[in-house]
Antibody
Framework: EVQLLESGGGLVQPGGSLRLSCAASGFTFSSYAMSWVRQAPGKGLEWVSTISGSGVDTYYADSVKGRFTISRDNSKNTLYLQMNSLRAEDTAVYFC??????????WGQGTLVTVSS | AIQMTQSPSSLSASVGDRVTITCRASQGIRNDLGWYQQKPGKAPKLLIYAAYNLQSGVPSRFSGSASGTDFTLTISSLQPEDFATYYCLQDYNYPQTFGQGTKVEIK
């Protein structure tokens, strides 16, 4: 069974940093691009970042470019999102998702990041 | 960035109703569009990919269609478990962009 499990969320002060992880199982991790998508409380979905299967190619939303870094460790079947210079507007549930020809499936259950003093 | 204009933002419908939700892209995106269902407190679930293709395990009452830059999700006969919020997503280029969502509520 394909599974994605996020971790690393929590409460952080504005300007702080946090690293999210997404542990994958049930498929050949290195063969798939992976993405992060977030959802602010009561709001819609926002694409954040995507990384190719090899890790060579990365893409970011303008809202996080220069502050967030997506990476992966294919030997550990794990996807990461390093978030620096966090702002209140980064408060959201962060989901990881497997990519297949652009479509995202499955998704993890999400991890909540709260940026507040 | 490509804008995805989704309508309506909400709708009320009864069990058994036919429901249609539309997304309009601000430019051509071929058929690089997916539809997702999200229930409260849960992760989104892929329903349709590449505009027309039903994801494995998704009931056949869900279907997708396209005409130029207009994309439609149709639920042929609404079931109680279909009350949820639906989103379109263009994956034609980066940044990928979602529609604003359509909340389907019980009438």
């Amino acid at each position: 069974e394909v599974q994605l499990l996020e971790s690393g969320g929590g409460l952080v002060q504005p300007g702080g940093s946090l690293r999210l992880s997404c542990a994958a199982s049930g498929f050949t991790f290195s063969s798939y691009a992976m993405s992060w998508v977030r959802q602010a409380p009561g709001k819609g979905l926002e694409w954040v970042s995507t990384i190719s299967g090899s890790g060579v190619d990365t893409y970011y939303a303008d809202s996080v470019k220069g502050r967030f870094t997506i990476s992966r460790d294919n030997s550990k079947n794990t996807l990461y999102l390093q978030m620096n210079s966090l702002r209140a507007e980064d408060t959201a549930v962060y989901f990881c998702a497997r990519e297949r020809y652009g479509a995202k499936s499955p998704w993890g259950q999400g991890t909540l990041v709260t940026v507040s003093s | 960035a490509i804008q995805m204009t989704q309508s309506p933002s909400s709708l009320s419908a009864s069990v058994g109703d036919r429901v249609t939700i539309t997304c309009r892209a601000s430019q051509g995106i071929r058929n690089d569009l997916g539809w997702y269902q999200q229930k409260p407190g849960k992760a989104p679930k892929l329903l349709i990919y590449a505009a027309y293709n039903l994801q494995s395990g998704v009931p056949s009452r869900f279907s997708g269609s396209a005409s130029g830059t207009d994309f439609t999700l149709t639920i042929s006969s609404l079931q109680p478990e279909d009350f949820a919020t639906y989103y379109c997503l263009q994956d034609y280029n980066y940044p990928q962009t979602f529609g604003q969502g359509t909340k389907v509520e019980i009438k």
